[in-house]
């Protein structure tokens, strides 16, 4: 890879600076424009599920300070902004009747970002399903996957000749694993079977939703998934299985429909004491392989994991174990070792190689396929100073670190084609609530004011000169 005058590695021509956000996350105005409540409206207002009892009723209060938050996008230069449809929004109680208000708000988004030179990329499901399609059985109900590609065609039909990039699930590791199997997030259930249901309908609904999509959107728009695939590890080569049980369970779940058009055989197998996988019907697997234009991964740090004895106590230290049942569904032989610091604010480590091995491992498996990072970014206690100003010297490390690593995947081959810094803003940080703070822009949360971090400064620079600093 070339080196710029910064002289650090310079990123290729057309490369695609963003940031991401996510509805529930930034928007607020929960009750607003005809708005019905998702499962995170009614997670967030359980007493006990999340930190402080905070909710997204307000969050960044995005919805009606979107012209500010433009600005700021057009001010630090990117050429994208990832965010996504509130499905309950614009399609009120998951039904089939639109809300132009909330129509009106994602077409003022879009339009605001095309106006300034960036490109739009919308996300359709960021785990914010409506409560009544839960209330029907949720993604565990095969139901779930049809009404989801409605509302994806119906989206196509109103923004399609307006969004660059459409992405139809964010994360579904986290909607089926988190939501369905630990609990740790929204709809709170903890029933092993239905969180593999909720597997295949979401990879089922992904399938028909590109279909829906590419139906009625601009044919030159990108359409995409976002993956948060687990670079796994194992502690030492004797390990090899336990690496192969959790690749299973977190990636090949999800590339082997979405990409191979099958589920892989180990996985079936190893979880054949949960369910027998008869929600699968014939022709859902080809249903769920629909032809992609990019791949979206997110990453945030690698996992490690080694046989248990079966004896010693079972460690779970794999970043999302902290309800009481656990997301990885059927695996009761797999530790998941605690890896050395540094650490961010969410106790994630850092350890940027993992990302360089993971685009290299896809670029094997899926040669033509290009990529995306579409989130990647680090929570640490930041502080608004009495100067105003919040020095957060450790999240420009990191994400100086993440980009090398990201440039180093390209000279290895990897086609990656842009980077979203996650996040815009401090936000809604799920079950954490808004002590965990992940934004370049610090949000106040008394009075909403945005004040840029010294990364948001740093990141400017970045996508000026399409190149890295050769020091953090
Ligand atoms: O905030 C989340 C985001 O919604 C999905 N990916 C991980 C981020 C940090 O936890």
């Not at 089939?96 to 077409?107: A, E, I, K, T």
């Not at 923004?159 to 997030?185: K, M, Q």
């Not at 998934?225 to 192969?244: C, I, K, M, Q, W």
Request: net charge negative; aromatic share 10%.
């Amino acid at each position: 890879m070339p080196v710029s005058a910064l002289s650090g590695p310079v990123f290729p021509g057309n490369f695609l600076w963003g940031t991401a956000t996510a509805s529930y996350q930034v928007e607020g105005a929960a009750a607003v424009d005809g708005r019905t409540p998702s499962i995170w409206d009614t997670f967030a207002h359980t007493p006990g599920l999340v930190t402080n009892g905070d909710t997204g009723d307000v969050a960044c209060d995005h919805y009606h300070r979107l012209e500010e938050d433009l600005d700021i996008l057009a001010e630090l230069g990117v050429g994208a902004y990832r965010f996504s449809i509130s499905w309950s929004r614009v399609l009120p109680g998951g039904g089939s009747q639109l809300n132009q208000r909330g129509v009106d708000f994602y077409s003022a988004l879009v339009d605001g970002l095309r106006a300034r030179g960036i490109a739009p990329v919308a996300t359709l499901y960021h785990w914010d399903l409506p409560q009544e399609l839960e209330d029907a059985g949720g993604w565990p109900h095969r139901d779930t996957a049809e009404r989801f590609a409605e509302y994806a065609g119906r989206m196509g039909e109103v923004f399609g000749d307006r969004v660059h990039t459409w992405i139809t699930l964010n994360e579904p590791w986290c909607s089926a694993y988190l939501g369905y199997g630990s609990g740790v997030h929204a709809p709170a259930r903890t029933e092993p079977a239905a969180a593999l249901a909720a597997v295949h309908h979401l990879n089922l609904g992904h399938g028909l939703a590109v279909r829906a999509l590419r139906a009625s959107i601009d044919p030159a728009a990108r359409v995409s998934v976002t993956l948060n695939l687990h670079h796994v590890r194992g502690e030492s080569p004797g390990d090899a299985e336990a690496v192969r049980r959790i690749d299973a369970l977190a990636n090949r779940a999800f590339l082997g429909p979405m990409l191979d058009g099958a589920y892989p055989r180990d996985l079936i197998d190893d979880t054949a004491a949960v369910t027998d996988w008869s929600f699968v019907r014939d022709g859902d697997e080809a249903a769920a392989h629909a032809p992609l234009d990019l791949l979206g991964v997110n990453y945030y740090n690698p996992v490690l994991v080694r046989q248990w004895d079966g004896v010693s106590p079972r460690s779970t230290a794999d970043g999302h174990a902290d309800g009481a049942a656990s997301p990885w569904i059927g695996v009761t032989d797999v530790e998941f070792v605690t890896q050395p610091g540094p650490y961010t604010q969410m106790g994630w480590n850092i350890d940027e190689t993992g990302l360089t091995e993971l685009l290299l491992r896809l670029h094997r498996d899926y040669p033509g396929l290009p990529m995306m990072i579409t989130e990647n970014g680090a929570a640490f206690d930041d502080v608004l100073d009495d100067d105003g100003r919040v020095r957060d010297p450790r999240r420009v490390d990191y994400l100086h670190r993440h980009l090398t690593a990201v440039a180093e995947a390209i000279d290895g081959g990897a086609d990656v084609r842009g980077y979203f810094v996650w996040s815009l803003m401090d936000n809604f940080e799920w079950a954490h609530g808004y002590g965990k703070t992940f934004g370049i822009v610090h949000v106040d949360r008394q009075t909403m004011r945005r004040t840029w971090k010294e990364s948001a400064h740093w990141y400017r620079r970045v996508v000026a000169a399409n190149a890295l600093p050769a020091a953090r």
